[in-house]
């Protein structure tokens, strides 16, 4: 197997992190959804407040064959700090050459390095090929949990305040 390096994101990757970004919603035919601009993404990952992490796994050559964005989180029930993973992506072409482990093996090295309790991350219910990838790592799916989100006029919408409240 071909050696994977993975490398934690610069600056000056912003434009590869944004194009792979696309990749990856096109791949989850959510393309028309994206709505980054490199700018707002270099403030996110590289600004005076970082909110997300970037590792970009390169092929033996150099070539740019995925990447995994990642923040933390915090589980009260543990009482300690987790990593989840956003967005995780290998590129058609350098898929089932170990990539995506790579990038997992990596994250889960930073768990513990960081002492984080967990690594988790959503997958979508469709992609049979990521859920037998990640139960063959070992990953078990949340049972009883559910996805919730607000965005756009219903996120406007609550935090608007109501009379009496702050």
Known sequence: MPETR???AVESDVRLIASLIR???DYERLL???RLNE????????GDRRYAEVVIAET???EPAGFALFFHNFSTFLGRPG???EDLFVRPQHRGAGIGGALLRHLARLAQERGCGRLEWAVL???????GFYLGLGARPAAGWSVYRLEGEALARLAVPRSGSR
Do not use: K, Q, T
């Open 6 to 8: 993975i490398r934690a």
């Open 23 to 25: 990749e990856l919603a």
């Open 32 to 34: 028309h959804e994206v």
């Open 39 to 46: 700018d707002g993404l270099r403030d996110a990952l590289f």
């Open 60 to 62: 033996a050559d150099g």
């Open 83 to 85: 990593i989840y993973l």
């Open 125 to 131: 219910d469709w992609n049979s090929d990521a859920i």
